[in-house]
């Protein structure tokens, strides 16, 4: 099985709420290697699994421990980028320190930028081609690609014009016009993670103001 279609395997079952599944399948991999493929796939699935919304196991630790490992076990897998983006956001989480316990073939893919290496020349071509994208397309398919891809491109670690905002918004723009799709259901994991870093900047705000207060 390919990279891709193992990856769609894994998403396809997380979709399907079958979380314990995923992990089982990723650390049978990863006990047999983790420095070869499939190993990049099992540490994203794994990775993507802990961070999910709907997993009532869900540790954002758990899930920065494989995302950083499949970036440093595997720098040139098409799957570090979305890793990369994953641990743009988890810079604003205060203790992430958890450690493991001891897809058919549609044809060319007009979205296959995001499965290279970044560099910085290449965001503003992304976000250039996908508002095209957005403007020109009639078709649900492309268009929910796109949002997708925007939402990713905004989040990006590597992204001199990083913006949460926008990122945010492309994500929730896509769930609300395309809330069946299993790429709807990879926003969600992401809106979650604005949430809770929403949160915490509320809460530090708090802390902020009450400061301000006792030393009046």
């Given at each position: 099985m390919s990279p891709q279609?193992?990856?769609?395997?894994?998403?396809?079952?997380?979709?399907?709420?079958?979380?314990?599944?995923?992990?089982?399948?990723?650390?049978?991999?990863?006990?047999?290697?983790?420095?070869?493929?499939?190993?990049?796939?099992?540490l994203y699935a794994l990775g993507e699994t802990y961070a999910h919304h709907a997993f009532k196991g869900k540790d954002y630790g758990l899930s920065k421990y494989y995302f950083e490992k499949l970036v440093r076990n595997f720098p040139d897998s098409p799957l570090t980028w979305e890793a990369k983006t994953y641990l743009s956001l988890y810079e604003h989480f205060e203790v992430l320190k958890s450690e493991p316990k001891p897809i058919a073939d549609e044809g060319?893919?007009?979205?296959?930028?995001t499965t290279?290496?970044?560099d910085e020349?290449?965001?503003?071509?992304?976000?250039?081609?996908?508002?095209?994208?957005l403007e020109q397309s009639t078709e649900d398919s492309p268009t929910a690609a796109a949002l997708y891809n925007l939402g990713l491109v905004y989040a990006h670690i590597d992204n001199p014009a990083?913006?949460?905002?926008?990122?945010?918004?492309y994500f929730e723009e896509l769930i609300r016009k395309f809330p069946e799709t299993s790429l709807a259901?990879?926003?969600?994991?992401?809106?979650?993670l604005f949430l809770i870093?929403?949160?915490?900047?509320?809460?530090?705000?708090?802390?902020?103001?009450?400061?301000?207060?006792l030393n009046r």
């Amino acid at each position: 099985m390919s990279p891709q279609r193992q990856l769609a395997h894994h998403r396809y079952a997380l979709e399907m709420g079958f979380f314990e599944t995923v992990i089982l399948q990723g650390n049978r991999i990863l006990k047999e290697s983790e420095t070869k493929s499939p190993a990049d796939v099992a540490l994203y699935a794994l990775g993507e699994t802990y961070a999910h919304h709907a997993f009532k196991g869900k540790d954002y630790g758990l899930s920065k421990y494989y995302f950083e490992k499949l970036v440093r076990n595997f720098p040139d897998s098409p799957l570090t980028w979305e890793a990369k983006t994953y641990l743009s956001l988890y810079e604003h989480f205060e203790v992430l320190k958890s450690e493991p316990k001891p897809i058919a073939d549609e044809g060319p893919n007009p979205f296959s930028w995001t499965t290279a290496t970044p560099d910085e020349q290449r965001f503003e071509k992304a976000i250039a081609r996908n508002i095209d994208i957005l403007e020109q397309s009639t078709e649900d398919s492309p268009t929910a690609a796109a949002l997708y891809n925007l939402g990713l491109v905004y989040a990006h670690i590597d992204n001199p014009a990083k913006d949460f905002v926008k990122s945010r918004g492309y994500f929730e723009e896509l769930i609300r016009k395309f809330p069946e799709t299993s790429l709807a259901e990879e926003a969600r994991v992401w809106t979650g993670l604005f949430l809770i870093i929403e949160k915490m900047q509320q809460i530090d705000m708090d802390i902020e103001q009450q400061k301000k207060q006792l030393n009046r």
